[in-house]
């Protein structure tokens, strides 16, 4: 694949809020961009737990890219997994299926983002499915709704011993979307599916939200952590911090829990369905570039960056978003959403011949986090919302960064159906949301074993 030869050319690595707004902010400039990435859409990532629980459709979150910059006459999409970058060469090496392409640039931005992190046990996404795709999302909506189908079923035929695993929900990580994802199962179990069986009681669930640390929603302010904990557990979560998972296996999960006095304790919790919302791991691509600069990455995978972005001695390479690592940044939309246009402004300088190299500075625009119906925290500087005025603040700033017009309506009314009245309309699950991520593994396997 070559790079158009009469433009400079930008090529921008992935889709997300990083890669969206490099391209949108690029829109009135004289150049040619390309953007390659391993999905054909958009992902709304905050609101993936709303998808995993059947209040909103994967399509009003994850809007096709190319729909989206279909009226952007400058962006070309490709879509391939990056799976090489030669910075002395100025090129891309992407693959899709079995094709490979290589493509030039003058101008590189790199957003490949962040996948799950199971800190150094691979193993435990088998049964613990992550929340950072939209097939994650949907396997866990095939499962908690399964799992309660299963549940109707041991029950009618009288296998009360089965119950227990069935309907314990575990969520793994305190941080905002466990804390989402707790809530949300809650709901489910005591408003949505409260008259939809016969022979169980889905209020019956049990819904567990473990973390390693000694505080919910660590980056909040420590008010705001009591209120979200004291929230939660008056809805019915157990909260139980200081948890730290040693064993996950198809039928439940293994707990060394620490004490305040110091001493620890193992326990096993049968649990047939668990989230993993604990841990993010940069992009691979990270280390492959820090490997050709001579720098190491941190312990989440990231690339230490110049203050501008850039990387050392490759002002034309900008990394944004979770793949850099900045001031101790957070991995948040905003930030990657700020450096994207900081990345396009410092590119618009260069090709004008004007100075590049400012600073990035990112501006806080405060942390939200929902907890259930009518119930958020936010945090914005030092000013700090409980109840329902933060779930309106929380549902104004989502409409208003959820792309296109077609998705907040269809985003709204579903928000109507599921907190207004008690109905989710994305409840339909099949056996190859839950079973397709481990059949396209065993094949991975197979292949690399040939």
Do not use: C
């Not at 022979?199 to 939200?209: C, Q």
């Not at 996950?248 to 999960?253: P, R, S």
């Not at 972005?309 to 930030?335: F, N």
């Not at 603040?393 to 985003?411: D, E, N």
Request: net charge negative; proline share 4%; aromatic share 6%.
């Amino acid at each position: 694949m070559e790079a158009p030869t009469d433009r400079p050319h930008v090529v921008i690595i992935g889709s997300g809020f990083g890669g969206l707004f490099a391209a949108r902010a690029l829109a009135g400039d004289d150049v040619a961009i390309t953007m390659i990435a391993a999905t054909s859409h958009h992902l709304f990532q905050p609101l993936l737990y709303q998808v995993a629980t059947g209040i909103l459709s994967q399509g009003e979150i994850a809007p096709s890219t190319r729909e989206v910059l279909a009226g952007q006459r400058n962006v070309s999409v490709v879509l391939g997994e990056v799976t090489g970058i030669d910075l002395d060469a100025r090129t891309v090496t992407a693959e899709v299926l079995d094709d490979t392409f290589t493509t030039a640039y003058d101008q590189l931005i790199v957003a490949a983002g962040a996948a799950q992190s199971w800190f150094g046990h691979d193993e435990f996404a088998e049964f613990a499915p992550g929340m950072k795709t939209i097939d994650d999302a949907l396997e866990l909506r095939g499962r908690i709704f399964g799992a309660y189908e299963l549940a109707e079923v041991a029950a009618r035929e009288g296998r009360t011993e089965d119950l227990a695993g069935l309907m314990t929900f575990v969520v793994v990580g305190a941080g905002p979307t466990g804390v989402e994802m707790a809530g949300q199962l809650v709901e489910l179990s005591k408003r949505t599916l409260k008259h939809d069986f016969r022979f169980i009681h889905p209020g019956d669930a049990r819904i567990i939200l473990l973390d390693a640390g000694r505080a919910v929603l660590g980056s909040f302010h420590p008010s705001l952590q009591a209120k979200t904990k004291a929230a939660l557990e008056e809805l019915g979560v157990q909260v139980r911090l200081g948890a730290m998972v040693t064993g996950v296996d198809e039928t439940g999960i293994t707990v060394t829990e620490k004490h305040p006095d110091g001493s620890t304790s193992e326990e096993r919790i049968t649990a047939v369905t668990k989230v993993w919302a604990a841990g993010v791991a940069a992009s691979p691509l990270a280390k492959q570039l820090a490997g050709q600069v001579g720098l190491d990455v941190d312990r989440s995978g990231r690339i230490p960056v110049q203050p501008d972005l850039s990387l050392p001695g490759h002002p034309e390479v900008h990394v944004i978003g979770d793949m850099a690592s900045l001031d101790k940044l957070p991995g948040v939309a905003q930030v990657a959403i700020q450096g994207a246009r900081h990345a396009a402004a410092e590119i618009r300088a260069g090709l004008a011949g004007e100075p590049t190299g400012a600073r990035f500075t990112y501006h806080d625009k405060g942390s939200m986090a929902t907890i259930s119906r009518f119930a958020a925290i936010a945090e914005i500087g030092r000013i700090r919302l409980t109840g329902f005025i933060a779930w309106l603040a929380w549902l104004a700033v989502h409409l208003v960064y959820i792309i296109g017009f077609k998705s907040r309506l269809t985003t709204l009314i579903s928000w109507l159906v599921s907190f207004v009245g008690r109905g989710r309309a994305e409840r339909t699950i099949t056996s190859q949301q839950v079973f397709g991520r481990r059949a396209i593994q065993r094949l991975g396997r197979l292949d690399s074993e040939r």
